[in-house]
């Protein structure tokens, strides 16, 4: 897969207008589309299920990079793949045997991410990153768009590719939560291949405009 990759986040779309928004992002310069999965337990918020997964997968054209932030992920995670998840990505925080999770989620035919709270150490991924296709690192506290961008990610990222790099892994590393035209390109330099944007996106005045700069 190539890097320097944007993948709005669908949470801050307009739900009334949902395939407006779903044809923007496959007019546009995005890669991914983003799709935020909220139980009401892993984090305080809700977003929505299969219902929105269908209209997603009607729509759109481009890769669908599902971020599960759940309890128990693994009793979804084939559900999420049938309904046309490109790639599933649970939380280390969620899964007592990551190891069986991620297993599943690449025999049922999709790739595999791991994702990091903000307070959760990279080297925590020792033992698994070897087997896994991406690494999320949670650059804001799960739950809400919009928040303010944590300073500290830049030293996950580069710890991360440290970890890929010494084991010979070919992980990709996703940045999400508080991505923006300031903050863009110094990630990418970083060492981040794709990253999440949804507010920065969806409340910008050209969408599209906004989705290109922040490939630069
Ligand atoms: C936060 C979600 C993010 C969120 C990003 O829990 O995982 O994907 O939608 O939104 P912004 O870019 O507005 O921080
Ligand atoms: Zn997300």
Not at 30 to 58: E, L, Y
Not at 72 to 78: F, G, K, L
Not at 166 to 175: G, K, M, P, Y
Request: with cysteine.
């Amino acid at each position: 897969m190539k890097t320097k990759l944007i993948a709005p986040s669908l949470l801050s779309a307009d739900f009334g207008h949902l395939s407006r928004d779903i044809e923007m992002i496959n007019r546009s310069q995005a890669d991914w589309f983003h799709i935020d999965v909220m139980d009401g337990r892993f984090v305080p918020n809700i977003s929505f299920g299969f219902p929105v997964m269908n209209t997603v997968r009607q729509h759109a054209k481009k890769f669908v990079d599902v971020h599960l932030m759940i309890v128990e992920p693994e009793r979804y995670v084939e559900e999420f793949i049938q309904h046309g998840a490109d790639l599933v990505s649970v939380h280390y925080e969620a899964c007592i045997h990551l190891h069986r999770t991620v297993k599943l989620i690449q025999e049922k035919g999709a790739k595999a991410g791991v994702v990091l709270n903000p307070s959760t150490p990279v080297l925590l991924l020792e033992d698994i990153i070897s087997e896994i296709d991406l690494v999320l690192l949670m650059s804001v506290n799960p739950g809400f768009g919009g928040q303010k961008f944590i300073e500290n990610t830049y030293r996950k990222i580069a710890e991360t590719k440290d970890l890929i790099l010494s084991n010979n892994a070919t992980a990709l590393i996703e940045v999400d939560g508080g991505v923006n035209l300031e903050n863009a390109s110094r990630l990418f330099d970083a060492g981040a291949d794709v990253l999440v944007a949804g507010n920065a996106v969806f409340s910008s005045e050209d969408p599209e405009r906004t989705i290109e700069l922040l490939k630069i």
